[in-house]
């Protein structure tokens, strides 16, 4: 009786963890890992694009636009460090982000 009861309980916590409609939780998860993996290409990108990144605000994002206008393309991501606003720090939160082609 006690092993009954023992394979009982077990077989209501699996059924207690299976999501509802399968297993969506877990397509869910990686829909959101893919959005938060999205790439900006800083070459093309609009302000309100570059507001995305984290550690770009509004300020910071049309000074992008403004030197990109002024000055060309960036050729490699460091360039963005002659953007008034960008720092090092604010580049390495990016760099796994953007895209300069």
Known sequence: MKTLVNWLVLVICLVAFI???GFSAQGATAEK?????SVVAVNSATAEQ????????KVTARSIVEYRK???????AEDL????GIGRQTLEKIRGQILVN
Do not use: E, M, N
């Open 50 to 57: 570059l507001q995305a990144l984290p550690g770009i605000g």
């Open 33 to 37: 890992t893919v959005a938060s993996a």
């Open 81 to 84: 460090l002659q953007v008034k």
């Open 19 to 21: 999501p509802a409609d």
């Open 70 to 76: 002024v000055h060309g393309p960036f050729a490699k």
